[in-house]
């Protein structure tokens, strides 16, 4: 029943955000997105409500902050130029794992593996030769259009 109940509260966040947002500029307005907002301020919520021992449905709040960190992967996306998108397996791989750390606890051999994977693809964005243009470009291609 619980899970209705933190439906519900997205539902009447998204509407309470969306008369909220008809006083911004509207420069602002179009880049607020409610639905994020909604979806982002539940889980913080939720997330103090765990840390005090009021809600303890990990799996739900993980499935939350996952969407929160996607649409932040989304912005640098949209954002970045093409050869940044090189870091995008690094940057989702970070997100994903910050998320799990929050809600597990850190992990030592998590952060050098995150640290080495950024080392290896900061490597694959400085080559300069053909070859390593050509596999870079494979990895900014692979999810280009599906």
């Given amino acids: ?6 439906l519900g509260g997205i539902v009447i966040l998204f509407f309470v955000l969306l008369g909220i947002k008809e006083f911004f500029s509207e420069k602002f307005k179009k880049k607020f997105c409610v639905i994020c ?8 919520i939720l997330l103090a409500f765990n840390l005090y021992g009021l809600f303890e449905d990990k799996i739900l709040l993980g499935i939350l902050m996952g969407h929160t960190s996607l649409g932040l992967f ?3 996306e949209s954002n970045a130029s093409e050869k940044a998108k090189v870091f995008r397996l690094p940057l989702l791989l970070t997100f994903i794992s910050l998320i799990y750390f929050v809600l597990s606890g ?3 051999i998590s952060f050098f593996i995150l640290v080495g994977l950024w ?3 900061g490597l694959f964005y400085l080559f300069g ?3 390593a ?7 900014i291609e692979c999810c280009k259009n599906w």
């Avoid at 907002?37 to 913080?44: A, E, F, G």
Wanted: glycine content about 0%; hydrophobic content about 50%.
């Fill in 1 to 6: 029943m619980e899970f209705y109940f933190i």
């Fill in 37 to 44: 907002t909604s979806v982002t301020l539940t889980w913080i």
């Fill in 74 to 76: 989304y912005i640098f």
């Fill in 106 to 108: 850190f992990e030592k």
């Fill in 119 to 121: 080392f290896v693809f």
């Fill in 129 to 131: 030769n053909s070859e």
């Fill in 133 to 139: 243009k050509s596999f870079v470009n494979k990895l």
